[in-house]
Nanobody, 127 residues
Framework: QVQLVESGGGLVQAGGSLTLSCAAS????????VGWFRQAPGKEREFVAV???????????EYADSVKGRFAISRDNAKNTVNLQMNSLKPEDTAVYYC?????????????????WGQGTQVTVSS
């Protein structure tokens, strides 16, 4: 069984930065892609970013258009963590952010490709 725990959320002013962290336990982590999704009140959960699984020392990432150039995803397999650095935050980034482990190593933007999810961490950006 895989457990994912997000941390690092909070309240920040527009233009500010936050770093979210996803800590995994219970199973091999490095072989799988890990993604971040978010869900704002009254909206569907949406893809934010994903980083590929183990491919030697080279990892690939993909981002939603709405966060491209502002967010950066990274992973530390030795620590079983995946981070999401969020810069230039906007009020529309306000949401609960979830990390999830994919079923395989490749980049995936659909939530259906992910089989383990964390409980989420709230990010609130004030204007």
């Amino acid at each position: 069984q895989v457990q994912l725990v997000e941390s690092g959320g909070g309240l920040v002013q527009a233009g500010g930065s936050l770093t979210l962290s996803c800590a995994a336990s219970g199973s091999t982590f490095s072989n799988y892609a890990v993604g971040w999704f978010r869900q704002a009140p009254g909206k569907e959960r949406e893809f934010v970013a994903v980083i590929s699984g183990s491919g030697g020392n080279i990892y690939y990432a993909e981002y939603a258009d709405s966060v491209k150039g502002r967010f950066a995803i990274s992973r530390d397999n030795a620590k079983n963590t995946v981070n999401l650095q969020m810069n230039s935050l906007k009020p529309e980034d306000t949401a609960v952010y979830y990390c999830a482990r994919s079923r395989d190593t490749g980049l995936a933007v659909s939530a259906s490709r992910y089989d383990y999810w964390g409980q989420g961490t709230q990010v609130t950006v004030s204007s």
